[in-house]
Protein backbone atom coordinates (compact mmCIF):
# COMPACT_ATOMS: atom_id res chain seq x y z
CA UNK A 1 0.00 0.00 0.00
CA UNK A 2 1.50 3.31 -1.21
CA UNK A 3 0.41 6.62 1.05
CA UNK A 4 0.80 9.71 -1.15
CA UNK A 5 0.42 13.01 0.99
CA UNK A 6 0.45 16.29 -0.67
CA UNK A 7 1.14 19.97 1.39
CA UNK A 8 1.87 23.30 0.14
CA UNK A 9 -1.53 24.83 -1.27
CA UNK A 10 -2.26 28.32 -0.14
CA UNK A 11 -4.13 31.26 -1.08
CA UNK A 12 -2.09 33.53 -3.20
CA UNK A 13 -2.53 36.48 -5.62
CA UNK A 14 -2.67 36.50 -9.22
CA UNK A 15 1.06 36.52 -10.66
CA UNK A 16 1.86 34.51 -7.45
CA UNK A 17 3.92 31.29 -7.37
CA UNK A 18 3.41 27.83 -5.10
CA UNK A 19 5.19 24.79 -4.71
CA UNK A 20 3.26 21.68 -3.99
CA UNK A 21 4.97 18.65 -2.69
CA UNK A 22 3.75 14.97 -2.85
CA UNK A 23 5.39 12.90 -0.72
CA UNK A 24 5.06 8.90 -1.27
CA UNK A 25 5.35 6.19 1.67
CA UNK A 26 8.20 4.75 0.35
CA UNK A 27 11.02 4.64 -2.88
CA UNK A 28 8.48 4.15 -5.62
CA UNK A 29 9.83 6.48 -8.32
CA UNK A 30 11.14 3.42 -9.91
CA UNK A 31 8.39 1.77 -10.86
CA UNK A 32 5.33 4.40 -10.71
CA UNK A 33 4.48 7.05 -13.09
CA UNK A 34 3.79 9.86 -10.68
CA UNK A 35 0.85 12.87 -12.05
CA UNK A 36 -0.11 15.78 -10.69
CA UNK A 37 -4.25 16.35 -11.33
CA UNK A 38 -6.64 18.96 -10.20
CA UNK A 39 -10.13 19.75 -9.57
CA UNK A 40 -12.02 22.80 -9.88
CA UNK A 41 -15.42 23.41 -8.38
CA UNK A 42 -18.17 21.82 -10.61
CA UNK A 43 -15.86 20.59 -13.35
CA UNK A 44 -13.87 17.10 -13.89
CA UNK A 45 -10.78 16.06 -12.48
CA UNK A 46 -7.98 17.00 -14.90
CA UNK A 47 -4.61 15.89 -15.83
CA UNK A 48 -1.79 18.92 -15.09
CA UNK A 49 0.88 16.64 -16.02
CA UNK A 50 3.50 13.72 -14.70
CA UNK A 51 6.83 12.44 -13.98
CA UNK A 52 7.63 9.19 -15.39
CA UNK A 53 9.80 6.65 -13.70
CA UNK A 54 12.90 7.70 -15.77
CA UNK A 55 12.13 11.16 -15.22
CA UNK A 56 10.94 12.02 -18.47
CA UNK A 57 8.14 15.13 -17.57
CA UNK A 58 5.19 16.68 -19.74
CA UNK A 59 3.23 19.32 -18.71
CA UNK A 60 0.09 19.12 -20.69
CA UNK A 61 -3.02 22.17 -21.04
CA UNK A 62 -3.28 26.07 -20.42
CA UNK A 63 -0.59 25.42 -17.75
CA UNK A 64 1.95 24.69 -20.14
CA UNK A 65 5.05 27.01 -19.56
CA UNK A 66 3.78 27.87 -16.47
CA UNK A 67 4.01 24.63 -13.96
CA UNK A 68 6.53 22.13 -13.93
CA UNK A 69 7.32 19.08 -12.26
CA UNK A 70 10.18 17.15 -10.59
CA UNK A 71 11.11 14.71 -7.93
CA UNK A 72 14.17 14.40 -5.06
CA UNK A 73 14.26 10.48 -5.26
CA UNK A 74 15.78 10.03 -1.81
CA UNK A 75 12.96 11.90 -0.36
CA UNK A 76 10.34 10.50 -1.90
CA UNK A 77 8.75 13.86 -2.85
CA UNK A 78 7.34 14.88 -6.16
CA UNK A 79 7.34 18.27 -6.64
CA UNK A 80 4.82 21.00 -8.65
CA UNK A 81 6.08 24.35 -9.40
CA UNK A 82 3.49 26.51 -9.95
CA UNK A 83 4.44 30.07 -11.52
CA UNK A 84 2.40 33.10 -13.01
CA UNK A 85 -0.54 31.64 -10.64
CA UNK A 86 -3.87 32.65 -12.51
CA UNK A 87 -7.39 32.46 -10.88
CA UNK A 88 -8.85 29.78 -13.39
CA UNK A 89 -5.74 27.92 -11.67
CA UNK A 90 -7.96 27.73 -8.30
CA UNK A 91 -8.40 24.16 -7.78
CA UNK A 92 -7.69 21.01 -5.37
CA UNK A 93 -4.61 19.41 -6.45
CA UNK A 94 -4.22 15.65 -6.56
CA UNK A 95 -0.92 13.49 -6.25
CA UNK A 96 -1.19 10.39 -8.40
CA UNK A 97 0.98 7.46 -8.46
CA UNK A 98 0.27 4.54 -10.66
CA UNK A 99 2.72 1.42 -11.62
CA UNK A 100 4.31 1.78 -14.85
CA UNK A 101 3.05 -2.16 -15.85
CA UNK A 102 0.46 -2.53 -13.78
CA UNK A 103 -2.37 0.28 -14.52
CA UNK A 104 -4.70 -0.88 -11.71
CA UNK A 105 -2.18 -0.48 -9.12
CA UNK A 106 -3.06 2.90 -8.48
CA UNK A 107 -3.22 5.34 -5.46
CA UNK A 108 -4.26 8.82 -4.83
CA UNK A 109 -3.43 11.70 -2.30
CA UNK A 110 -6.08 13.73 -0.31
CA UNK A 111 -5.18 16.84 -2.54
CA UNK A 112 -4.19 20.56 -1.49
CA UNK A 113 -6.36 23.26 -2.18
CA UNK A 114 -4.85 26.26 -4.18
CA UNK A 115 -7.08 29.36 -4.35
CA UNK A 116 -5.75 32.54 -6.81
CA UNK A 117 -7.80 35.72 -6.01
CA UNK A 118 -6.68 39.09 -5.21
Known amino acids: QVQLVESGGALVQPGGSLRLSCVAS????????MRWYRQAPGKQRELVGY???????DIVGSVKGRFTISRDIPNNTVYLQMNDLKPEDTARYYC????????????WGQGTQVTVSS
Open 51 to 57: ITNVGST
Open 96 to 107: NARHVMISRDEY
Open 26 to 33: GSIFSTYT
